[in-house]
């Protein structure tokens, strides 16, 4: 990877968090992957919610846990939510068919990405968000060229 880039934000509260998600849908483009890091609570659906929002979407978004995958068609892209919470022998993923909505297409947001470590095709931006009380941080890190690319985007708007 030629020029990684990481920065972190401090959010203050659900409407913070949905208001990034939205800024952060401008970047996307088809073929990224994104996972999502952090614990119970810590907002990964509600940023979701966000860039669906941003992407124009404007029906309910609710985390995939127990179908594992939820598909919204869209106009400029197809979006793949994923949620592995409640995997629990990777063999369940292999049966799901889940790696043929990767790549192509789509962009995939990946909730618990660790439930399916050496199962998912590489990841281009990783974010982990950590609770801090009422508060949320977000850390994003490019993992790839394509994740760079897309951070890069942002570093241009002043944004990062």
């Keep these: 990877m030629l020029n990684p880039v990481s920065h972190t934000w401090i959010l203050q509260n659900e409407d913070a968090t949905l208001s990034w998600g939205r800024r952060f849908s401008d970047f996307l483009y088809p073929g990224l992957v994104v996972t999502l890091e952090g614990e119970l609570g810590a907002g990964k659906t509600t940023l979701t ?4 929002q941003g992407l124009g979407y404007t029906g309910r978004v609710k985390s995939p846990t127990y179908p594992i995958l939820e598909t919204y068609s869209l106009s400029r892209l197809y ?14 993923l292999e049966d799901s068919g889940f790696r ?20 998912l095709p590489s990841v281009d931006i990783g974010i ?16 790839s060229e394509a994740g760079s690319l897309c951070l890069e985007k942002w570093q241009k708007l002043g944004w990062l």
């Excluded at 919610?49 to 669906?52: D, E, I, Y």
């Excluded at 043929?100 to 199962?119: I, L, M, R």
Aim: net charge negative.
């Design 128 to 143: 982990k968000i950590k609770i801090l009380a009422e508060k949320r941080e977000f850390t994003v890190v490019s993992l």
């Design 100 to 119: 043929e909505n990767f790549g192509g297409s789509g962009v995939c947001f990946v909730e618990w990405p660790e439930k399916a470590e050496g199962w």
């Design 79 to 92: 979006f793949y939510h994923f949620d592995f919470y409640r995997i629990y022998d990777k063999n369940e």
């Design 49 to 52: 919610r966000g860039v669906l």
